[in-house]
């Protein structure tokens, strides 16, 4: 049953509860609410209106600053999540996972305000985009920090190499069978559905948190033979206690699922891959941060990925991510798999 909340009289009204609050960070978590509504219109039509597949600029197909082609979407939502958050006064710099470096955000070079924004914005505009043209569940994840160095000057390095537990805020929207925006600014977790008749997200799961019980894991299992050790035996035991297998390929549908029903996502580093496949910044920082929120737990490999400082903005991570007691079970097995090893 959908309450009567929208999002941005929920944000608003939650934002009294903290003392010396300005409406800046409320500000922005609409203005990204008003983004994704514009992603969720084109994500609804995308077979309609000619923007399935690979997005080719100039007859041949274009690729991030990690290398990956790129969809149209992809850049649509790229360019749709930019030019809102630009034009949010509250917004000093973005990074994204589609463009190579920080980009700073000057309103008074656009008349709109004075220098710089006080938040910085880690965003992945479209993840699990290879879902789209086959009609999968798509998404989008963001996490905030507040910027470190002084508004008077350009965002920095700094602003955005910080740890999970100093966001401010993070969030993902699932372009799913419905729609959902789901965000946390460190109290709890809240969802909210959108109901496009209305054009409104409206608040449907209050307080999130993960239940007791996982009955999932999610891994793409062709891996799991070059999976760092101890993911192999856990994978095992868990098909053994009765947990069954889902993935989607995409990190927002698997981790919303899982924070519905229960699971744990595992994306381990390879003996190809040691640094695994995920973005450190706008994928795993912001899940783990909901997932302490939802009483759950994210490593990276042995360490709480909460408490790692990145080095790099498109630094990759392996993830495991989920209910606590799967997380301690999958690290027991790692700690094992380490003495059995090293003995
Ligand atoms: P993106 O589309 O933003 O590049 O993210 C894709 C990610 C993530 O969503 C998903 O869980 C993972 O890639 C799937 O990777 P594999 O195909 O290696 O399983
Ligand atoms: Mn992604
Ligand atoms: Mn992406």
């Known amino acids: 049953m959908i309450g009567a909340n929208t999002l941005q009289e929920f944000v608003v009204a939650r934002q009294a509860e903290f003392a010396g609050a300005t409406g800046d960070l409320s500000r922005l978590l609409t203005d990204i609410g008003t983004a994704a509504k514009m992603v969720n219109r084109h994500v609804n039509r995308a077979g309609l209106s000619g923007i399935l597949g690979a997005h080719t600029p100039d007859g041949n197909g274009s690729t991030n600053v990690q290398g990956e082609a790129q ?12 030019r809102v958050l630009q034009s949010c006064l509250k917004v000093g710099g973005i990074v994204s996972e589609e463009q190579p470096g920080i980009m700073h955000v000057d309103h008074s070079e656009r008349g709109q305000g004075k220098g710089y924004g006080k938040y910085v914005v880690c965003i992945d505009p479209l993840d699990g ?3 789209i043209d086959v009609n999968i569940s798509v998404g ?10 002084p508004l008077t000057e350009p965002t920095s390095m700094e602003d955005f190499l910080q740890p999970a537990k100093d966001l401010v805020a993070a969030g993902y929207v699932l372009y799913g069978s419905s729609t959902m925006l789901v965000y946390s600014t460190g109290c709890g977790v809240h969802g909210f559905t959108y109901d496009p008749s209305i054009g409104e997200f409206f608040l449907s799961h209050p307080d999130m948190k993960f239940p007791k019980q996982a009955k999932v894991y999610s891994m793409n299992e062709s891996y799991l033979d070059e999976a760092v050790a101890g993911v192999k035996p856990f994978i095992k035991e868990c098909r053994k206690r009765g947990l069954t297998a889902r993935y989607t390929g995409a990190l927002v549908a698997d981790f919303h699922r899982n924070l519905i029903n229960g699971g744990i996502y595992l994306y381990p580093g390879t003996d190809e891959k040691p640094g695994g496949k995920l973005r450190m910044l706008y994928e795993a920082q912001p899940l783990a941060f909901l997932a302490h929120q939802a009483g759950g737990s994210t490593r990276c490999h042995l ?41």
Do not use: C, W
Not at 140 to 149: L, P, Q, S
Not at 317 to 332: A, D, Y
């Open 71 to 82: 969809q149209k979407l992809d850049v649509y939502a790229d360019d749709t999540f930019h």
């Open 303 to 343: 360490h709480d990925l909460l408490y790692r400082t990145p080095t790099s903005l498109h630094e990759r991570t392996p993830l495991f991510t989920g209910n606590t007691s799967e997380i301690n079970r999958l690290v027991h097995s790692m700690e094992t798999a380490v003495e059995n090893i090293t003995s």
């Open 140 to 149: 989008t994840i963001f996490g905030i920090h507040r910027r470190r160095t």
């Open 129 to 131: 985009s290879s879902n």
